[in-house]
């Protein structure tokens, strides 16, 4: 097998992600198992998790955590086929003969979609009710809680606990309009037609979504307990999000939560933007992030562009902003500024974006011979996120251009299984060079089943108690893999 | 003669589109390919502008087998887009591959 100094990523210029790479770090909200500090996690992401079909095959799936000292050659990870949830969401229709008579309302199909989450909340599957109001959802094996959330504000959202073994689960829900919350959205105390108005309880379930009408007005409904109610405005791309003090909801009344926008009256921000060179740059992401707005109490907004001609123009509230430009790709580094005051008669400064910085070295393996093949990758740290790779020539020479702070990591060739990665923070306004030393590790193996049988090419990542990756491999045809984690 | 890049997983061939609904908040595709002359290949994936994609470095087996992933959450601006990758072999042979993302 040859390995050039190669690139992993050619030039596209209409590869909108081309370079961007690499996930070390467990995101949020992924219900990955929560690790003590000696303690290691595996994630095992089968490749075909998806029947010819398309239908769903198999879910990538967490095992742990692990003592370092249960791990050893013998590590079989057995995934679990997904569990069929299946349902009917129906719901009130209150049709006005009803209401005013005080009759009984018919039922109809509810449209919207069915959450379901995990022990923590963190919603990991949601999928939409069809016009009859069914749905069908998988999940692992597990503890979950399924929650429905109607399109509209006139029922209230339901959920229930469950739990998921081997066979298909089903659960019907019939949605009631049980309490009302209510009020007002103004802005400068005159009413503000057309808003978006939502809650969420302190456990995280989410109402459906009322639009106030000619008089600002709204009205939602929500089961007994506390709710924050939110407005995102007409638009979110132009409104802050406003959120409302938590109102307590009780089975024999409602709660009444005004929201108001002191002002929406926008002023124009003009930045200028350009490469060292002096010359314009183009279709680079802006993200303006409100830290506060002048006459507002809490509020959230994010206002994002991109930048053409050297230049953006955003209108934006009165305040006081986080300034982010943040490369997807080429050869300019990021830049970003806080406390930057956008307001009435006041200019922006120009940018200017530097050019990547170069990095070189040499990776080692542990006897200090140049490794051939081995690969580097380097995640930028902040901003758009981008990494770039590279694999050793045979001098195990490797060269890059990367962003100012990068999180590297040096992975063995295939071939060399018995060498655990290697990582380092680097400031490459500080240092030039990383020689990299991958060291002997910890072997560790096993087989990748499902229900017992071999599942081939499988990604299994081992991450340690900071949800970094420390180790990684592949499971072959037979479902065998080998990979080495770091020796201390 | 240079052989152009062999699709293992999904079993497709090249040039293929697939209907990708979601079924996860957030969704990993693995597309695992080899280079029949066992050289090392290249992933680039084509994500529609403004979504925030994550492609961890390629996993690689002995002689030449390689996986590359793509993280992708639910982002209802991914529905009704093509997400496509494009496998290259050091000399300039490729495969494609593409998949019709559906955001329920």
Redesign the interface.
Known sequence: ????L?????A?A?????E????DVI?P??GAVELGAEEFGFRV??????E?S?A?RV??QDFGPFDAEDLGPDKNLDLSSPVAVTGVVTGDSVTPYAARAGLPTESAPVVG?VEVADREGN??????TSAEGEFL??VLPGVWEARVVPDAGSLAPDWVPFTAGDDPIRRDFFLEPKQALYGQVRVAGRPYPGADVFAVDLEGHTSGTARTDDSGRYELRVPSGTWEVTTTGVATETDPTLRAEPAVVTSQRGASVDLDYPMLSRVVADLQVTASDGSPVGSI?VRFTATSLDGYGPAEFVAEDTISGGQVVLPLLPGTYDIEIAPAEGNLRGWAATGVRVQQGVNLDSVSLEPLLPLSGHVLDSEGDALA?A?V?CEEIGFA?R?W?T?ADTSGQVSLALSAAASC?A?P???RSDLAMTRATLDLTATSTWNPRLRLGIPIGGRVTIEGEPEP?A?IEVRDATGLIVG???S?PDGNYALALPPD | MDLPPEILVPDVAPGTTILYPFVSSVERIIVVAVDPEGESLAFVWQVPAGIDAEIPPPVELEGGITSSEIVLPADPALDDTTLALSIFDPGGNDADIYWDLVIP
């Open positions: 097998m040859t390995r050039a190669t690139l992993s990523v050619f596209c209409a590869c909108a992600s081309a961007r790479t690499g996930t995101p909200n992924d992401v089968p490749a075909n998790q998806r010819p398309g769903l879910l990538p979609h919603v990991r599957f949601t999928v939409p959802v998988d992401p093949g690969r990758t996120g990494s790779s694999f990591a992975v060739p295939a071939e090419f990604i990684q491999g592949l072959d």
